[in-house]
């Protein structure tokens, strides 16, 4: 039983660290990893064109994640697992220095439903992280967010949510303003937006800002009762 029990521990999956200094995506992607997207842009208010990249392992394992809530781990999947870098790039000596890693918030390739792939777009534009994703199938979801750094830190500043039916167009759209804590919903028709939609806003009520180590993963918050963003 004892070695069983060590030979179960050995094939546990451990994340690699992302190497705190390089001059190339190649330098710095680990062994076995495989950068998949990037997107260059002044993050920091430098000037400097800094990196943000998408690492995906080579090899498909079982992986447990999170739905529904910021805790739980209920859904087992057997995919590649995916690595958020984000690297300042030093404007006069080119090196690129690591802000952080996070090995939750990128959805993996299955977990987007019959559409196969959610990752649809990394982009950087006024100094903030663009990150959107979709999946579904006859009902689709399409999610936005936008993070940026101050203080040392990354903060989700805005963010959309979308559900709609791609036979009838009926659907639900979310805009979460997070700056001014204003939350802007439409409900009615993708196809006849501006004849049979309702628009509406309230106010948003949270403690404090999420960050990337404080929102685990898209759908794992709870921002209101059965709302999940």
Not at 131 to 148: A, D, N, P, V
Not at 187 to 194: A, E, K, P, S
């Amino acid at each position: 039983m004892l070695c069983v029990q060590i030979s179960f521990a050995q094939k546990t999956f451990t994340f690699p660290k992302i190497k705190i200094q390089g001059t190339s995506i190649e330098q710095v992607t680990p062994v076995n990893w495989t950068a998949i997207n990037q997107a260059h842009g002044d993050l920091n208010n430098d000037g400097s064109d800094d990196l943000a990249v998408i690492f995906e392992y080579n090899k498909t394992i079982n992986e447990t994640r999170a739905y529904g809530d910021n805790n739980s781990s209920i859904i087992k999947e057997t995919q590649k697992p995916r690595i958020l870098a984000i690297f300042f790039k030093d404007q006069s000596t080119g090196a690129l220095t690591l802000s952080i890693q996070n090995n939750d918030f990128i959805l993996r390739s299955e977990e987007g439903g019959k559409l196969g792939d959610p990752l649809q777009q990394i982009a950087v534009k006024d100094q903030q992280l663009y990150l959107r994703f979709q999946g579904g199938s006859e009902w689709r979801w399409e999610l936005g967010y936008t993070f940026k750094f101050e203080n040392r830190d990354w903060f989700l500043t805005s963010a959309i949510n979308l559900y709609f039916n791609q036979n009838t167009g009926d659907m639900t759209e979310r805009v979460y303003d997070f700056r001014t804590r204003e939350l802007f919903t439409t409900v009615g028709n993708l196809h006849r937006r501006d004849i049979a939609n309702r628009k509406t806003s309230e106010v948003l009520y949270f403690s404090q800002l999420r960050t990337f180590r404080t929102f685990k993963k898209p759908w794992a918050w709870e921002i209101m009762p059965n709302v999940y963003l």
